[in-house]
Protein backbone atom coordinates (compact mmCIF):
# COMPACT_ATOMS: atom_id res chain seq x y z
CA UNK A 1 0.00 0.00 0.00
CA UNK A 2 2.62 2.59 0.69
CA UNK A 3 4.31 1.70 -2.58
CA UNK A 4 1.22 2.41 -4.20
CA UNK A 5 0.90 5.77 -2.31
CA UNK A 6 4.65 6.85 -3.72
CA UNK A 7 3.87 5.49 -6.84
CA UNK A 8 0.65 7.45 -7.06
CA UNK A 9 2.02 10.59 -5.73
CA UNK A 10 4.64 10.56 -8.03
CA UNK A 11 2.44 10.69 -11.00
CA UNK A 12 0.87 13.56 -9.54
CA UNK A 13 3.85 15.74 -8.63
CA UNK A 14 5.04 15.05 -12.53
CA UNK A 15 1.31 15.79 -13.90
CA UNK A 16 1.99 19.13 -12.06
CA UNK A 17 5.22 19.62 -13.57
CA UNK A 18 4.10 18.72 -17.31
CA UNK A 19 1.39 21.47 -17.04
CA UNK A 20 3.13 24.01 -15.38
CA UNK A 21 5.46 23.94 -18.41
CA UNK A 22 2.76 23.86 -21.01
CA UNK A 23 0.65 26.87 -19.01
CA UNK A 24 4.36 28.71 -19.14
CA UNK A 25 4.38 28.30 -22.65
CA UNK A 26 0.42 29.59 -23.34
CA UNK A 27 1.19 32.69 -20.45
CA UNK A 28 4.78 33.92 -20.41
CA UNK A 29 5.55 32.35 -17.26
CA UNK A 30 8.45 31.42 -15.65
CA UNK A 31 8.59 27.91 -15.80
CA UNK A 32 11.81 27.38 -13.31
CA UNK A 33 10.08 29.27 -10.52
CA UNK A 34 7.10 26.91 -10.55
CA UNK A 35 8.87 23.15 -11.12
CA UNK A 36 10.93 24.40 -7.86
CA UNK A 37 7.81 25.48 -6.22
CA UNK A 38 6.16 21.96 -7.05
CA UNK A 39 10.02 19.93 -6.59
CA UNK A 40 9.70 21.60 -2.85
CA UNK A 41 6.23 20.69 -2.35
CA UNK A 42 6.27 17.30 -3.73
CA UNK A 43 4.78 13.94 -2.10
CA UNK A 44 7.59 11.91 -1.49
CA UNK A 45 7.54 12.51 2.48
CA UNK A 46 11.01 10.21 2.55
CA UNK A 47 12.80 13.90 2.07
CA UNK A 48 12.76 17.33 2.42
CA UNK A 49 14.14 19.16 -1.31
CA UNK A 50 16.02 21.86 0.52
CA UNK A 51 18.04 22.18 -3.17
CA UNK A 52 14.67 22.85 -4.42
CA UNK A 53 13.27 24.45 -1.66
CA UNK A 54 16.50 26.75 -1.16
CA UNK A 55 15.84 28.15 -5.14
CA UNK A 56 12.16 29.08 -4.35
CA UNK A 57 14.18 31.63 -2.22
CA UNK A 58 16.70 32.94 -4.08
CA UNK A 59 13.99 34.04 -6.61
CA UNK A 60 12.37 35.76 -4.24
CA UNK A 61 15.63 37.60 -3.44
CA UNK A 62 16.98 38.26 -7.14
CA UNK A 63 13.64 40.09 -7.85
CA UNK A 64 10.30 41.52 -6.43
CA UNK A 65 8.79 40.40 -9.48
CA UNK A 66 9.25 36.83 -8.96
CA UNK A 67 7.25 37.29 -5.38
CA UNK A 68 3.82 37.23 -7.19
CA UNK A 69 4.19 34.30 -9.05
CA UNK A 70 5.86 32.01 -6.60
CA UNK A 71 3.01 32.69 -4.36
CA UNK A 72 0.55 31.85 -6.65
CA UNK A 73 2.20 28.84 -8.20
CA UNK A 74 2.52 27.65 -4.17
CA UNK A 75 -1.39 28.66 -3.26
CA UNK A 76 -2.96 27.00 -6.13
CA UNK A 77 -0.92 24.11 -5.16
CA UNK A 78 -1.97 23.98 -1.28
CA UNK A 79 -6.05 24.54 -2.01
CA UNK A 80 -6.50 21.99 -3.96
CA UNK A 81 -4.17 19.58 -1.72
CA UNK A 82 -5.63 16.87 0.37
CA UNK A 83 -2.53 15.29 1.35
CA UNK A 84 -0.48 16.08 4.25
CA UNK A 85 2.90 15.82 2.95
CA UNK A 86 2.28 18.47 0.49
CA UNK A 87 0.45 20.66 2.88
CA UNK A 88 3.19 20.73 5.40
CA UNK A 89 5.89 21.21 3.21
CA UNK A 90 4.03 24.27 1.47
CA UNK A 91 3.60 25.76 4.73
CA UNK A 92 7.22 25.23 5.68
CA UNK A 93 8.26 26.89 2.41
CA UNK A 94 5.88 29.78 3.05
CA UNK A 95 6.73 30.16 6.50
CA UNK A 96 10.44 30.36 4.83
CA UNK A 97 9.51 32.87 2.55
CA UNK A 98 8.54 35.19 4.86
CA UNK A 99 11.89 35.45 6.11
CA UNK A 100 13.69 36.13 2.87
CA UNK A 101 14.60 38.97 3.85
CA UNK A 102 12.78 41.27 1.25
CA UNK A 103 9.86 43.61 1.85
CA UNK A 104 7.16 41.45 -0.74
CA UNK A 105 6.36 38.54 1.46
CA UNK A 106 5.33 41.28 4.25
CA UNK A 107 2.39 42.95 2.03
CA UNK A 108 0.43 39.54 1.40
CA UNK A 109 -1.98 40.42 4.45
CA UNK A 110 -4.44 37.59 4.42
CA UNK A 111 -2.91 34.42 3.10
CA UNK A 112 -4.33 33.56 -0.58
CA UNK A 113 -5.18 29.83 0.90
CA UNK A 114 -6.55 28.35 3.35
CA UNK A 115 -5.86 25.03 5.39
CA UNK A 116 -7.38 26.09 8.23
CA UNK A 117 -9.77 22.98 8.09
CA UNK A 118 -7.15 20.64 6.58
CA UNK A 119 -8.00 16.77 6.29
CA UNK A 120 -6.11 14.29 4.53
CA UNK A 121 -8.08 12.51 1.77
CA UNK A 122 -10.83 10.38 3.61
CA UNK A 123 -8.72 8.50 6.32
CA UNK A 124 -9.79 8.86 10.17
CA UNK A 125 -6.61 7.08 11.01
CA UNK A 126 -4.85 8.20 14.61
CA UNK A 127 -1.47 9.36 12.62
CA UNK A 128 -3.29 11.56 9.68
CA UNK A 129 -5.54 13.00 12.50
CA UNK A 130 -2.37 14.37 14.93
CA UNK A 131 -0.49 15.62 11.52
CA UNK A 132 -3.89 17.62 10.15
CA UNK A 133 -4.32 19.12 13.90
CA UNK A 134 -0.59 20.50 13.41
CA UNK A 135 -1.22 21.74 9.92
CA UNK A 136 -3.80 23.33 11.04
CA UNK A 137 -2.36 25.02 14.19
CA UNK A 138 0.74 25.94 11.45
CA UNK A 139 -1.52 27.33 9.34
CA UNK A 140 -2.90 29.43 12.37
CA UNK A 141 0.20 31.15 13.07
CA UNK A 142 1.64 31.49 9.90
CA UNK A 143 -1.92 33.56 8.46
CA UNK A 144 -1.34 36.01 11.94
CA UNK A 145 2.34 36.22 11.32
CA UNK A 146 1.40 37.24 7.73
CA UNK A 147 -1.17 39.52 9.12
CA UNK A 148 1.66 41.04 11.94
CA UNK A 149 3.69 42.25 9.11
CA UNK A 150 1.19 43.45 6.95
CA UNK A 151 0.84 46.05 10.02
CA UNK A 152 4.39 46.56 10.76
CA UNK A 153 4.79 47.50 7.48
CA UNK A 154 2.43 50.28 7.41
CA UNK A 155 3.44 51.74 10.29
CA UNK A 156 4.55 55.37 9.23
CA UNK A 157 7.17 57.46 11.44
CA UNK A 158 7.21 61.13 10.04
CA UNK A 159 4.81 63.72 11.56
CA UNK A 160 3.95 61.53 14.48
CA UNK A 161 4.87 63.67 18.15
CA UNK A 162 6.36 61.14 21.15
CA UNK A 163 3.01 60.50 22.36
CA UNK A 164 1.73 58.77 19.17
CA UNK A 165 4.90 57.17 18.70
CA UNK A 166 4.75 55.22 22.12
CA UNK A 167 0.87 54.56 21.41
CA UNK A 168 2.03 52.68 17.75
CA UNK A 169 4.61 50.77 19.75
CA UNK A 170 2.23 49.64 22.26
CA UNK A 171 0.22 48.53 19.12
CA UNK A 172 3.25 46.91 17.79
CA UNK A 173 4.47 45.01 21.37
CA UNK A 174 0.45 43.83 21.27
CA UNK A 175 0.20 42.12 18.22
CA UNK A 176 3.65 40.27 18.81
CA UNK A 177 2.68 38.91 22.16
CA UNK A 178 -0.56 37.22 20.28
CA UNK A 179 1.46 36.01 17.83
CA UNK A 180 3.54 34.21 20.67
CA UNK A 181 0.59 33.30 22.10
CA UNK A 182 -0.34 31.39 18.76
CA UNK A 183 2.78 29.80 18.39
CA UNK A 184 3.18 28.64 22.18
CA UNK A 185 -0.14 26.68 21.12
CA UNK A 186 1.64 24.56 18.36
CA UNK A 187 2.51 21.20 19.83
CA UNK A 188 2.45 18.23 18.49
CA UNK A 189 0.38 15.32 19.73
CA UNK A 190 0.48 11.27 18.91
CA UNK A 191 1.99 10.05 16.04
CA UNK A 192 3.12 13.89 15.00
CA UNK A 193 5.86 13.91 17.75
CA UNK A 194 8.28 11.62 15.81
CA UNK A 195 7.04 13.12 12.31
CA UNK A 196 10.48 13.92 10.63
CA UNK A 197 8.71 17.26 8.86
CA UNK A 198 6.92 18.28 12.08
CA UNK A 199 10.02 17.94 14.03
CA UNK A 200 12.09 20.20 11.34
CA UNK A 201 8.89 22.42 11.40
CA UNK A 202 9.74 22.90 15.36
CA UNK A 203 13.35 23.52 14.89
CA UNK A 204 12.04 26.67 13.02
CA UNK A 205 9.17 27.31 15.66
CA UNK A 206 11.62 27.34 18.86
CA UNK A 207 14.01 30.15 16.80
CA UNK A 208 10.89 32.46 15.96
CA UNK A 209 9.74 31.86 19.91
CA UNK A 210 12.65 33.17 21.11
CA UNK A 211 12.95 35.72 18.24
CA UNK A 212 9.24 37.23 18.81
CA UNK A 213 10.10 36.98 22.85
CA UNK A 214 13.53 38.69 22.24
CA UNK A 215 11.64 41.41 20.37
CA UNK A 216 8.94 42.08 22.71
CA UNK A 217 11.38 42.07 25.69
CA UNK A 218 13.60 44.99 23.35
CA UNK A 219 10.49 46.73 22.37
CA UNK A 220 8.90 47.15 26.05
CA UNK A 221 12.70 48.41 27.41
CA UNK A 222 12.70 50.80 24.71
CA UNK A 223 9.09 52.21 25.99
CA UNK A 224 9.64 51.94 29.45
CA UNK A 225 12.69 55.11 28.79
CA UNK A 226 9.90 57.07 27.74
CA UNK A 227 6.46 55.83 29.00
CA UNK A 228 7.23 57.86 32.62
CA UNK A 229 5.87 61.39 30.80
CA UNK A 230 3.03 60.19 28.81
CA UNK A 231 -0.82 59.70 29.83
CA UNK A 232 -2.64 57.26 31.73
CA UNK A 233 -3.85 55.07 28.83
CA UNK A 234 -0.67 54.54 27.66
CA UNK A 235 0.54 53.89 31.12
CA UNK A 236 -2.16 51.21 31.38
CA UNK A 237 -1.16 49.57 28.60
CA UNK A 238 2.35 49.15 29.12
CA UNK A 239 1.49 47.58 32.78
CA UNK A 240 -1.00 45.18 30.59
CA UNK A 241 2.00 44.26 28.13
CA UNK A 242 4.70 44.04 31.08
CA UNK A 243 1.95 41.48 33.04
CA UNK A 244 1.70 39.20 30.51
CA UNK A 245 5.19 39.67 29.11
CA UNK A 246 6.29 38.14 32.84
CA UNK A 247 3.60 35.02 32.11
CA UNK A 248 5.01 34.37 28.51
CA UNK A 249 8.52 33.96 29.26
CA UNK A 250 7.35 31.27 31.83
CA UNK A 251 5.49 29.87 29.21
CA UNK A 252 8.18 30.08 27.26
CA UNK A 253 10.38 27.90 29.43
CA UNK A 254 7.81 25.29 29.23
CA UNK A 255 7.49 24.91 26.16
CA UNK A 256 10.88 25.11 25.39
CA UNK A 257 10.73 22.32 27.76
CA UNK A 258 8.32 20.44 26.20
CA UNK A 259 10.02 20.66 22.79
CA UNK A 260 13.60 19.29 24.49
CA UNK A 261 11.72 16.10 25.36
CA UNK A 262 9.99 15.69 22.07
CA UNK A 263 13.29 15.97 20.52
CA UNK A 264 13.92 19.34 18.83
CA UNK A 265 18.08 19.62 18.67
CA UNK A 266 17.24 23.80 19.03
CA UNK A 267 15.18 23.69 21.99
CA UNK A 268 18.10 21.91 23.80
CA UNK A 269 20.30 24.63 22.15
CA UNK A 270 18.40 27.38 23.38
CA UNK A 271 19.77 29.55 26.18
CA UNK A 272 17.89 30.21 29.60
CA UNK A 273 14.85 32.66 29.17
CA UNK A 274 15.04 36.10 30.19
CA UNK A 275 12.33 36.82 32.67
CA UNK A 276 11.06 40.43 32.89
CA UNK A 277 12.22 42.47 35.92
CA UNK A 278 9.43 42.41 38.44
CA UNK A 279 10.45 46.20 39.58
CA UNK A 280 9.43 47.55 36.07
CA UNK A 281 6.34 46.64 37.14
CA UNK A 282 5.97 47.93 40.60
CA UNK A 283 7.22 51.03 39.33
CA UNK A 284 4.67 50.97 36.82
CA UNK A 285 2.05 50.29 39.42
CA UNK A 286 2.75 53.19 41.59
CA UNK A 287 3.08 55.74 38.78
CA UNK A 288 -0.40 54.54 38.15
CA UNK A 289 -1.33 54.98 41.21
CA UNK A 290 -0.12 58.92 41.57
CA UNK A 291 -1.06 60.01 37.83
CA UNK A 292 -4.30 59.28 38.79
CA UNK A 293 -3.97 61.92 41.76
CA UNK A 294 -2.09 63.93 39.35
CA UNK A 295 0.86 63.65 41.44
CA UNK A 296 3.74 65.78 38.96
CA UNK A 297 6.00 65.26 42.48
CA UNK A 298 5.74 61.78 42.65
CA UNK A 299 5.64 61.10 39.08
CA UNK A 300 9.19 62.82 38.73
CA UNK A 301 10.37 60.91 41.92
CA UNK A 302 9.03 57.38 40.21
CA UNK A 303 11.32 58.99 37.33
CA UNK A 304 14.15 59.59 39.26
CA UNK A 305 14.28 56.22 40.74
CA UNK A 306 14.02 54.32 37.32
CA UNK A 307 17.04 56.04 36.03
CA UNK A 308 19.13 55.25 39.43
CA UNK A 309 17.95 51.76 38.75
CA UNK A 310 18.37 51.16 35.11
CA UNK A 311 19.95 47.93 34.53
CA UNK A 312 23.52 47.90 32.54
CA UNK A 313 24.21 45.73 29.18
CA UNK A 314 26.00 42.76 29.38
CA UNK A 315 26.85 39.87 27.57
CA UNK A 316 23.93 37.97 28.77
CA UNK A 317 21.38 40.80 27.58
CA UNK A 318 18.70 40.84 24.52
CA UNK A 319 22.04 41.53 22.05
CA UNK A 320 23.26 38.07 22.89
CA UNK A 321 20.31 36.61 22.29
CA UNK A 322 19.50 38.16 19.23
CA UNK A 323 22.96 36.89 17.45
CA UNK A 324 21.97 33.11 18.60
CA UNK A 325 18.60 33.44 16.66
CA UNK A 326 19.87 35.32 13.50
CA UNK A 327 22.61 32.36 13.43
CA UNK A 328 20.20 30.05 13.94
CA UNK A 329 17.33 31.15 10.96
CA UNK A 330 20.16 31.00 8.35
CA UNK A 331 18.80 27.84 7.08
CA UNK A 332 16.69 29.95 5.32
CA UNK A 333 19.00 32.41 4.26
CA UNK A 334 22.34 29.95 2.95
CA UNK A 335 22.80 31.97 -0.53
CA UNK A 336 21.49 35.20 -1.97
CA UNK A 337 23.12 34.17 -5.59
CA UNK A 338 20.90 33.70 -8.66
CA UNK A 339 18.99 30.38 -8.38
CA UNK A 340 19.95 27.35 -10.65
Given at each position: ?????????????????????????????????????????????????????????SWI????????????????RLE?????????????????????????????????????????????????????????????????????????????????????????????????????????????????????????????????????????????MSV?????????????????????????????????????????????????????????????????????????????????????????????????????????????????????
Amino acid sequence: MKLWKRVFGALKDQNSLLKARLVSHLTSGNPDIEKAVIKATSHDESYIDFHNTQSVFSWIRLSDENFQPTLSVLSKRLEKTHNWVVALKGLMLMHGVFCCKVSSPHTIGHLPFDLSNFKHGHSESAKNWSVEAFIRSYYDFLEQKSMVLLHFSKQPNNNKNEEDLILQDLICLHNLQLLLDTLLQIKPRYAAKSNTFVLEVMDCLVVESFDIYSRICDGIMSVLADIYSCGMTETNTMLTILEKATVQGVKLSQYLEFCRQMGVNNASECPKTEQIDETDIQDLEVLIEYTSDESEEMKSLVMDKKMMTKPHESNDSKGGLKAIITNEWDVFDEDDKEPD
